[in-house]
């Protein structure tokens, strides 16, 4: 498997979850690092047993579209593997060369795609892309969504959803306590975790809360371009006080972060060239007791389901409301804990995820031994 993503040590729950399996022989090649919104994530080795995880050299880091790893080919020579599983889109040079390199070696290849928007792509891109999908053996697609741009676009292989992540239930989990933030007269504790970054709609949180009544405390964990600007807007609403810039937290840190907010928003929008691909953090809220809030926006409402408030895209009143609903209803408050936890150990388990892309291995064995 070749995984920028992987550079995260949660994830790296599921390449054990992969590699528990009695038939896979798992290598994962990660980036030493990686550049995006929130500055250089490192490689954290936090989950590793089972499989080799190896941090190799990397061209072009930071750019979404054109990195590729120059060792690749030496590495699949060295390996010699049946299935090469790239965690990429299909139009990145990435996929490109994993695939290109996996057919050399008379490998199999999948791809795994976000992308939920028919976006075209000028050269060399559209090329890349229209290869890739002639000649990779298997798709997955994050959601259904995803899924069908891809039909659109005229991949016509086998194609699964599959969420690329999920989470571990024993490491998110909920901590008890009292639910109710009157009862020592604490401030109510909304949280956000991720990119700052216009799409995802932080400014509509700063503006729902300036609205509500009491005590509150609005936390904004992690980095990016907008963080001078909501800081500002913040100090413009004369809330500065009242919220919160903690900056990046480590992914092994998160369960704890999660388990001090009261709800957690994702108030995203969508943008000409962008919307909501899914949500991590609302998995991992949900998985350690924490009601969450999202815009009906993308792939939103389908990760929340019934376990959560939604509200219209962009509406502040609205999503007021909802953060009211949860400080005024601490029945309510905990309905929604226990359908949020409930959910995720139906669907989202990294266990869950491993075996269901294990299934996909296995389908592509199938075919490798028919060949032969």
């Known amino acids: 498997m070749i995984s920028k993503a992987c550079v995260v040590g949660t994830y790296q729950r599921k390449l054990e979850e992969i590699a528990r399996h009695s038939t896979i022989d798992l290598t994962v090649i990660v980036p030493p690092a990686w550049k995006d919104d929130r500055g250089m994530l490192r490689l954290e080795r936090v989950h590793t047993a089972g499989y080799r995880l190896l941090a190799e050299p990397i061209r072009f880091n930071g750019n979404f579209h054109l990195h590729y790893y120059p060792t690749l080919a030496q590495r699949i020579a060295d390996f010699q593997p049946h299935i090469v599983h790239v965690d990429e889109e299909p139009y990145n040079l990435a996929t490109f060369h994993a695939v290109r390199l996996a057919r050399r070696a008379g490998a199999k290849s999948l791809f795994f795609?976000?992308?939920?928007?028919?976006?075209?792509?000028?050269?060399?891109?559209?090329?890349?892309?229209?290869?890739?999908?002639?000649?990779?053996?298997?798709?997955?697609?994050g959601t259904e969504e995803a899924a069908e741009v891809w039909r659109t676009k005229g991949y016509d292989g086998p194609m699964a959803v599959i969420p690329q992540f999920g989470v571990d239930p024993d490491i998110f989990s909920p901590e008890p306590r009292d639910q109710d933030a009157s009862a020592d007269d604490r401030p109510f504790v909304i949280g956000y975790a991720g990119r700052l970054v216009p799409e995802k709609g932080l400014d509509l949180a700063i503006e729902a809360a300036a609205r509500l009544p009491g005590k509150w405390l609005l936390s904004l964990a992690g980095d990016g371009p907008e963080r001078e600007r909501l800081i500002e807007m913040a100090g413009v609403y004369n809330i500065g006080g009242s919220v919160h810039f903690p900056g990046p937290i480590a992914s092994t840190d998160m369960p704890d972060y999660y388990r001090s907010l009261d709800a957690l928003v994702l108030p995203a929008r969508t943008m000409p060239n962008w919307k909501e691909q899914f949500g991590r953090m609302l998995i991992e809220g949900m998985a350690c007791g924490v009601p969450v809030i999202g815009a009906r926006s993308g792939a939103i409402p389908g990760v929340i389901g019934d376990a959560g408030l939604t509200f219209p895209e962009g509406d502040i009143d609205a999503l007021r409301d909802c953060l009211l609903s949860l400080i005024e209803h601490p029945r309510l408050r905990q309905q929604l804990i226990e359908a949020g936890r409930q959910r995720v150990?139906?669907?989202?388990?990294?266990?869950?995820?491993?075996?269901?892309?294990?299934?996909?291995?296995?389908?592509?064995?199938?075919?490798?031994?028919s060949a032969t």
Not at 116 to 126: E, G, L, Q, V
Not at 130 to 141: E, F, S
Not at 351 to 360: G, L, M, N, S
């Open 345 to 369: 150990l139906e669907h989202f388990t990294q266990a869950q995820i491993a075996d269901r892309t294990v299934k996909i291995y296995r389908q592509l064995a199938m075919v490798i031994a």
């Open 113 to 141: 795609t976000w992308q939920n928007i028919d976006r075209r792509y000028p050269p060399p891109f559209s090329r890349i892309e229209k290869w890739v999908l002639r000649h990779v053996d298997y798709g997955i697609a």
